[in-house]
């Protein structure tokens, strides 16, 4: 049931000294480059870059690994799942057909068909990193100032910054309000019939929502108290000012971005084929 | 209650909302038996929230909700899926004048509005928006994610319209109707 969830690290890196807003708008950057981007040569590029700023944070392994198990687990059953509905995607893309193994019916195994599922599983692995990272080494209510400051209005930062403050503590209520009512007898796992575990779900999952319809009362009587949304603008505790690595940062980021579009883009193509080189 | 888009109270229910479900998507899914189907509650939690604050909330809600869930236990946001649950988030925030929820009546009538809405806005999201996004996006093999999409967007629709009338009957019943005071004679 104690199902761990990434959480802020407190470390003194180069990375942490950033600031929390450098860091949303790498991530995004970061992240709006792998998405565009087929090209092995940028993705491997990327993926090394990561690994190396991952080194940098001081962050290690074993810290996130609970994740990265998740991970690898979701990207083995998708890349099973893309195999069995479309083996023959690669050589569509690719529009060659170097065949390894024969197997039954469309279902050859092509080199082309590997290195499309070797793309797909590496653009997961260039942005899992920056992700780890960003959600590791920014502080909770540094990330709400960041939002503000890249140019979100503050009512919706600071909306995020209660989701933030808040999951904890509902996710206390949730496991209390289970323990309570598994120790009545509901059961939630697959022993039950179907229709009996919607049921027992319900009853932990109703007193859950209305303990939080009334939190909402309380704490939006408390802000509106405090003149909450007076103006049109606000200051934040843990924002700080950007500093030299900042600006290196971004620009640094942004370059890539703008590298990765020309590369992508420049021959019409989102995919790097190595496969006509060849020919 | 006066029905305003974006007060204080609504920033506070985005915020707590999202939290309830970064919770419900994690913990409270319910396994169907089918491999990686879940009953998901918090889509019902999402329409309650919805039809309460408005489709203004429904969106952040859905958007800030899911983009956190993946974050925090995934370690990447899955984008395509986040921009669709803010859009069935917004589309159930729709009928929130007409179903009037505060005013504590939710009968037959409402019901079916809040069903047909919720029903038609999930459909164009997971039938048609999620896959499309997904090939555009991380261009998977369109017969994965049409297969994908409407297996979770059935699974959705029905606990929506199970579990998300049932809240939603629930909250009505916490609030006071108009004129059920009565003087005695």
Redesign the interface.
């Known amino acids: 049931m104690a199902a761990e969830m990434l959480s802020y690290l407190d470390r003194n890196s180069p990375i942490h000294r950033l600031t929390g807003a450098t860091k949303l708008l790498c991530f995004l950057m970061w992240s709006a480059a792998a998405m565009l981007t087929y090209d092995t040569r940028i993705l491997l590029a990327m993926f090394i870059g990561s690994l190396v700023l991952f080194k940098l944070s001081r962050i290690r392994v074993q810290e996130v690994s609970f994740v990265l198990i998740l991970i690898l687990l979701f990207l083995m059953i998708n890349n099973i799942a893309i195999y069995l509905f479309s083996p023959q995607e690669g050589v569509n893309i690719y529009g060659t057909s170097h065949q390894l193994v024969h197997l039954v019916g469309r279902y050859n195994m092509t080199l082309e068909q590997l290195f499309y599922q070797f793309n797909i599983t590496l653009k997961y692995f260039t942005v899992i990193p920056a992700a780890l990272l960003f959600i590791v080494t920014t502080n909770p209510s540094e990330f709400a100032a960041s939002l503000n400051r890249i140019g979100v209005s503050y009512r919706i930062s600071f909306a995020v910054a209660i989701a933030l403050r808040y999951i904890p503590d509902i996710q206390r209520d949730f496991q209390t309000i289970a323990q309570a009512q598994q120790a009545r007898g509901l059961d939630m796992s697959r022993k039950e019939t179907l229709g009996r575990r919607v049921k027992n779900t319900a009853s932990i999952v109703v007193p859950l929502i209305f303990s939080s319809l009334d939190r909402i009362e309380v704490i939006s009587n408390a802000m509106e108290l405090r003149g909450f949304g007076k103006n049109n603008k606000r200051t934040w505790y843990s924002a700080r000012p950007f500093s030299v690595g900042d600006f290196i940062a971004m620009a640094g980021v942004a370059v890539l971005l703008a590298v990765t579009l020309i590369v992508t883009f420049y021959d019409g193509n989102r995919f790097y084929n190595p496969f006509l080189a060849g020919v | 209650m006066k029905k305003n888009l974006?007060?204080?109270?609504t920033?506070?229910?985005?915020?707590?909302?999202?939290?309830?479900f970064?919770?419900?998507g994690?913990?409270?899914a319910?396994?169907?038996?089918v491999p990686?189907t879940t009953?998901e509650?918090s889509y019902?939690?999402l329409a309650?929230m919805s039809i309460?604050f408005g489709p203004a909330a429904g969106l952040?809600i859905g958007f800030?909700?899911h983009a956190?869930k993946d974050?925090?236990?995934?370690?990447?946001?899955w984008?395509s899926w986040v921009a669709v649950s803010g859009f069935v988030g917004l589309c159930f925030g729709l009928v929130w004048k007409k179903i009037n929820i505060d005013e504590g009546v939710f009968a037959k009538k409402q019901i079916i509005t809040f069903n047909i809405t919720q029903a038609t806005a999930q459909a164009i999201g997971w039938f048609l928006l999620a896959p499309v996004l997904d090939i555009l996006?991380?261009?998977?093999?369109?017969?994965?994610v049409f297969?994908?999409a409407i297996v979770a967007g059935i699974a959705n629709i029905v606990s929506v319209g199970?579990?998300g009338t049932?809240?939603l009957l629930?909250?009505a019943k916490?609030r006071v109707k108009t004129g059920s005071l009565q003087k005695d004679a």
């Open positions: 974006f007060s204080t109270k920033i506070v229910a985005v915020g707590i909302g999202a939290a309830v970064v919770i419900l994690r913990f409270a319910i396994p169907t038996g990686n009953i509650t019902a939690f309650l309460v952040l800030i909700g956190l974050l925090l236990f995934y370690g990447a946001p984008w996006i991380y261009a998977e093999p369109v017969n994965k297969t994908q199970v579990l049932l809240l629930a909250y916490t």
